[in-house]
């Protein structure tokens, strides 16, 4: 115990350092105002750390335990917590309801996504302010345990530059050095007044030993937090300025970019094209394992290339359409463009090369964000018996590797591709015949059917449980497509890009805009024709224009050629079910006559989970202690006496490493109510076990030394009090302090 007025001195230390510590939090938070717009956030950021670290200093100067003083603080949290956000559904505003509990994974999930698709600054939206402010309480909670009950200053700091680091992963920018040096400063400042505090503390031990693995549990979440946190906050790049923006997966994993919750708009368009133009981003050509892989053909830079149009036939009649492209939000260093571009005009920036094979456009230093060019298109428009007349071909070794089918790939894809196109006698028909399978009856789009049937990819495994399910998007249609052209032995690739989007009701230069958003991203299949080069399909059921040439003396309304009967498969398309409207009420959404079961199902996991959890630490110390008490009945003196500093440890007593047994001993008979008799058996074992010859020390009976350390046990809780005993039972330090580590010998000051 500390000598008179050594506890006032501590907490006097502890006031500094309690202020030195809200201080440093803010410095860290002050990078975070380039990613989320200052709003209600700011002042709740300040606000609830100040509270809870109050209410922490507070605790400890009317001398509650170290683990009372943590819990009083998550329950503020809390309640906090349900006052702020949820005082709507809450009970007396501050306890939170089953309604609030389920309302918290809805804003997490919308404070995600907002993350995910927005750009920074974030509009600081009340579940972006519900993750950051709960995170930063929940921070607060740890370094207030780390630094003021642990004492360790130094693993704050790892936390303190992981939370300035993230932003500044998020955004590219320079370092801001007046905010580094205002950081840098409040750290030493708390590093300094812990000092002080241990200075004034007569009783304030030096580090022993435990440290190691709290620093590494501290150091890995730190480094966790920024790789994982950084990720996914809004992505920057740089075109003349910091900018932040949409990215694109181009290898064909497009499942988490498709199903984006919100939509951003990302491109517009407008020119003198009779319909909108799908925009290319990249073509992929070569299937490597379980994914497509995007072309890296001979490119040139835009003032180098010559722009020459496609080799077309000669009776092959060729368009010439200019398109006007404004990137909106799209941190991909490629630009988005129709197809075929001979000339683009406008860009900024001299790093823009093109590749000639596949007429992609992409950057070797900046991003498509902000850009505004012109690009000219040539385009074939071949008759309907022009393309009947032409034959798919790979032209030679220039385009084998648009044939080649993966080891070990499904039988059904060549066999299906075979089926559909039995009747027609003709390339161009028999590609006919599987888009219009493809967007027939038989398959549905779903985003969520391919998460659920495992498989969310594009390589010939996925595909060929796609065209078993029949229900997926883009990705597998085109991926479908593609593979069962090469079995028919037509060269085909993969195109990532933009769907043509929607008008959005204005004009520039007398032509109409239209925008596409993150939910026109869009892959499609591309077949090369003889003397026509390569042409679009459209496989994806409801999605885009089918391809389809017009006849010479057709009506150009005429519907696209119908597929031949579909054929057989051993599994029928998945259907999603849902409750069907007359069961469900259409409000509320609970089943007809009474309560949905299925909505209580969270909340009663998540209580389970809660008791589940606050009984695991009094279990594993029943467990721990009946495995020594068999080692004790052994005659294990050692055992019985760590069984003893355990208990001491548990109700918050001091146990430091250099206090010998005998003094250990003297101090819990007299300061903490021990039973003398027992304990004075006790130490004179475990120093006969320690200091005696080995030939003198015998064998204490093992039921002498069990019931010795009960009774110590049992007098030392009965002379505690009931918040010690209670923290105890509930969370028992022993299971995580070592007696003689650095926690353990400043149990007594901080509990």
């Known amino acids: 115990m500390s000598t008179d007025g050594a506890p006032s001195r501590s907490r006097r230390g502890d006031a500094g350092t309690t202020i030195a510590l809200l201080v440093a939090l803010v410095a860290a938070l002050l990078p975070l105002l380039s990613v989320i717009a200052p709003g ?35 329950a503020l949290w809390i309640l906090g917590t349900t006052a702020v956000f949820f005082s709507d559904v809450a009970w007396l505003v501050v306890l ?3 309604e609030a509990i389920e309302r918290v994974p809805l804003l997490l999930e919308e404070a995600v996504a907002a993350i995910t698709v927005g750009v920074a600054p974030l509009e600081a939206t009340p579940a972006v302010t519900f993750l950051v402010v709960g995170s930063v309480c929940l921070l607060v909670i740890a370094l207030d345990h780390v630094v003021l009950t642990a004492r360790m200053p130094l693993l704050a700091t790892v936390a303190f530059m ?71 906050l809004p992505q920057s790049a740089a075109t003349g300025g910091v900018v932040s923006g949409t990215t694109i997966d181009a290898s064909l994993n497009l499942g988490d970019d498709l199903r984006r919750p919100s939509e951003v708009p990302v491109v517009r368009t407008w020119g003198d094209t009779p319909t909108p133009p799908y925009l290319r981003v990249a073509t992929l050509t070569r299937l490597d394992g379980d994914s497509w892989r995007p072309d890296r053909g001979r490119s040139v830079t835009l003032d180098e290339w010559d722009g020459a149009a496609p080799e077309t036939a000669e009776d092959i009649r060729v368009v010439e359409y200019r398109t006007q492209v404004e990137v909106l939000d799209l941190a991909s260093a490629t630009l988005p463009v129709p197809y075929p571009a001979t000339a683009i005009e406008g860009v900024d920036g001299a790093e823009w090369v093109v590749t000639p094979d596949n007429r992609t456009v992409r950057s070797t230093g900046v991003a498509a964000q902000g850009q505004q060019y012109e690009v000219a298109t040539t385009v074939p428009r071949p008759s309907l018996e022009q393309a009947r007349e032409s034959q798919a ?151 885009g224009s089918a391809q389809r040439f017009i006849a010479e003396d057709i009506d150009p309304s005429a519907p696209e050629p119908s597929a031949s009967p579909a054929p057989s498969a051993s599994a ?44 695991a630490p009094a279990l594993a110390r029943r467990i721990r202690a009946a495995s020594r008490t068999a080692r004790v009945q052994g005659g294990s003196a050692g055992t019985a006496w760590r069984m003893m500093q355990d208990s001491a440890l548990d109700l918050g007593i001091e146990v430091p490493a250099a206090e010998s047994p005998r003094a250990f001993a003297a101090r819990l008979i007299t300061e903490h109510g021990a039973d003398p008799i027992a304990l004075d058996r006790l130490t004179a074992a475990v120093e006969r076990a320690s200091y005696a010859a080995p030939d003198e020390r015998g064998r204490p009976a093992g039921e002498s030394l069990v019931a010795d350390a009960a009774s110590v046990h049992r007098s030392l809780r009965h002379a505690a009090s009931p918040g010690r005993r209670l923290a105890a039972t509930v969370l028992p330090r022993s299971l995580i302090v070592r007696p003689g580590s650095t926690f353990a010998a400043a149990t007594a000051a901080n509990a």
């Open 162 to 232: 992981a939370v300035w680091l993230i932003p500044s992963l998020a955004i590219r920018s320079e370092v801001d050095v007046w905010a580094f040096v205002l950081l840098a400063a409040a750290m030493l400042w708390v590093i300094r007044s812990d000092t002080r505090s241990r200075v004034r503390s007569a009783s304030a031990p030096s580090p022993v030993s435990g440290v190691g693995v709290v620093s590494a549990v501290i150091a890995t979440v730190a480094i966790v937090v920024a790789v994982v946190a950084a990720p996914t």
């Open 96 to 98: 939170p309801t089953f």
């Open 40 to 74: 209600t956030w700011t002042v709740l950021c300040i606000a609830g750390p100040a509270a809870l670290l109050l209410a922490g200093y507070l605790a400890r100067r009317w001398g509650v335990p170290a683990v009372a003083v943590t819990l009083i603080e998550v």
């Open 393 to 543: 071909t790979s032209g030679g070794a220039r385009f084998a590797s648009a044939l080649e089918l993966p080891l070990g790939m499904p039988e059904n894809i060549a066999r299906l591709a075979e089926e559909v196109t039995v009747d027609a006698d003709n390339d161009y028909d028999r590609l006919l015949a599987l888009q219009s399978w493809f967007r027939g009856t038989s398959f549905d789009y779903s985003l969520d059917a391919p998460v659920e049937e495992g498989f969310d990819g594009s390589g010939a495994d996925a595909i060929g449980d796609f065209l078993e399910v029949r229900s997926g998007y883009c990705v597998h249609f085109a991926s479908a497509f593609a593979l069962m052209a090469r079995t028919l032995d037509m060269p085909s690739r993969v195109v990532v890009g933009f769907l043509p989007g929607a008008p959005t009701g204005e004009t520039a230069d007398d032509e109409r805009v239209y925008e596409a958003t993150t939910a026109q991203l869009h892959a499609w299949p591309e077949v090369r024709f003889e003397g026509i080069g390569w042409v679009a399909f459209e496989p994806t059921k409801s999605l």
């Open 572 to 615: 029928s398309p998945s259907a999603t079910a849902g409750p069907r409207a007359d069961e469900r009420d259409p409000e509320s959404g609970a089943v007809a006559g009474g309560i949905d079961p299925s909505k209580l199902l969270p909340t009663v996991g998540l209580v389970l989970g809660i008791a589940a959890l606050l009984a």
